[in-house]
């Protein structure tokens, strides 16, 4: 059984920085490909989510325009986790953010709180 488990939200100010985890189980992350989405309130619907950087099985990287340059996935395969490291945050990047992956259907985590404001 597929399990993705977020943490490291929380809250900062303005140019802060926050490293969010993404522990999955049932799967490898070295060999497979792992997003990160985001959702702001408002709309609950999963087609909402804001598609925020991948990473895959060979380990290339892309990122959303919003965030590339200053957010970093990475993963560490030993330990079976995918990293999102966030630097000079927004507070437009204020969200609930979710890795995901694709099993024959999208599989979401639960979801970590960022919250940006000053």
């Known amino acids: 059984q597929v399990q993705l488990v977020e943490s490291g939200g929380g809250s900062v100010q303005p140019g802060g920085s926050l490293r969010l985890s993404c522990a999955a189980s049932?799967?490898?992350?070295?060999?497979?490909?792992i997003l990160w989405h985001r959702q702001t309130p408002g709309d609950d619907r999963e087609s909402a989510r804001e598609w925020v950087a991948v990473i895959t099985g060979t380990g290339s990287t892309t990122y959303a325009d919003s965030v590339r340059g200053r957010f970093i996935i990475s993963r560490d395969i030993a330990k079976n986790v995918v990293y999102l490291q966030m630097t000079t945050l927004k507070v437009e990047d204020t969200a609930v953010y979710y890795c995901d992956i694709f099993k024959g259907r999208r599989i979401w985590g639960q979801g970590t709180q960022v919250t940006v404001s000053s």
């Open positions: 049932g799967v490898s992350v070295g060999t497979e490909t």
